[in-house]
């Protein structure tokens, strides 16, 4: 009897001695849990400090926008036709942003697209990449050509459709109809693909005779080489313009190759905010 009654308290002393151990195990756990939380809060409130120490700073000297220089963010639009592009380069040049031919059409994919897209993301531009709209085949296999070509990027700038006029619709245009059954698919399917809502590239005529009153929900990227214009016929703002097809760039083929020049309608603040959604 006495026997059973020491056995029965030595198991009883193991227990308590085990319930003390987790207790004490359970104590540190919670306790390593508020010191992960405390170090996750500090570290997450110097976070924000910066955040908008760092915000501010770059708001009070960007936002403002000097008279002799109403467009200060300047970019380049490239294509296999500039040959070799030293990214590095244009980056030191002071330019902010790029569009990058991909696609043309169904088949199309430009020759250069591939390196120009992987570069140019190894700078601190903003990049995007434009699809050249043609008239021959339907939106559908036209989006797909893009969309199988243009991986997705962090912080790559919207899709961009080229709409012009080219060879035989030089003289013989495109009627509303014909033009509207292909875009408006091109469109509908690279918004829904890259969720963001794509620019659309176009000249000064094309604009009036096609996009004028028919696009309002989709940035324009106006092409007016002969002057920039405040904004477009319709009373619109322009996000983007093309201001010359004859820049040079020692970044690109050594002063040996034109390059098209952009600019962004904004301060420096406004395009750094500028995300494209």
């Not at 306790?31 to 170090?39: E, G, I, P, R, Y």
């Not at 509303?176 to 399917?189: F, N």
């Not at 080489?225 to 319709?234: H, M, V």
């Amino acid at each position: 009897m006495e026997q059973r009654k020491e056995k029965r308290n030595t198991a009883d002393k193991r227990q308590t001695r085990r319930g003390r151990r987790t207790g004490r195990r359970t104590e540190k756990k919670e306790m390593d849990k508020k010191k992960a939380l405390f170090v996750f809060g500090v570290c997450f409130l110097i976070f924000v400090v910066f955040f908008l120490i760092r915000n501010t700073y770059f708001y009070f000297t960007e936002s403002g926008i000097d008279p002799q220089t109403p467009y200060p963010v300047k970019g380049v639009d490239i294509s296999a036709h500039q040959a070799h592009v030293d990214w590095q380069g244009l980056e030191e040049e002071g330019v902010r942003f790029a569009f990058v031919k991909a696609t043309e059409g169904t088949t199309f994919v430009d020759g250069m697209f591939e390196y120009n897209w992987e570069e140019a993301h190894k700078t601190d531009m903003k990049v995007g990449a434009y699809h050249f709209l043609t008239y021959t085949t339907p939106g559908k296999t036209q989006a797909q050509n893009y969309i199988d070509t243009v991986n997705k990027k962090w912080g790559m700038l919207p899709p961009v459709v080229d709409v012009e006029l080219y060879g035989e619709y030089e003289d013989d245009h495109p009627s509303r109809k014909e033009m509207y059954a292909i875009l408006d698919v091109v469109l509908q399917m690279l918004e829904k693909e890259y969720h963001r809502t794509p620019i659309i590239y176009t000249n000064l005529s094309v604009y009036e005779q096609y996009i004028s009153g028919k696009y309002d929900e989709y940035p324009i990227w106006i092409s007016s080489p002969d002057a920039i214009p405040e904004t477009l016929s319709d009373g619109r703002e322009w996000l983007f313009c093309q201001y010359t097809f004859t820049g040079t760039s020692a970044s690109i083929g050594n002063h040996a190759k034109h390059v098209d020049y952009n600019v962004f309608n904004g301060s420096e603040w406004d395009f750094r905010k500028y995300d494209g959604k």
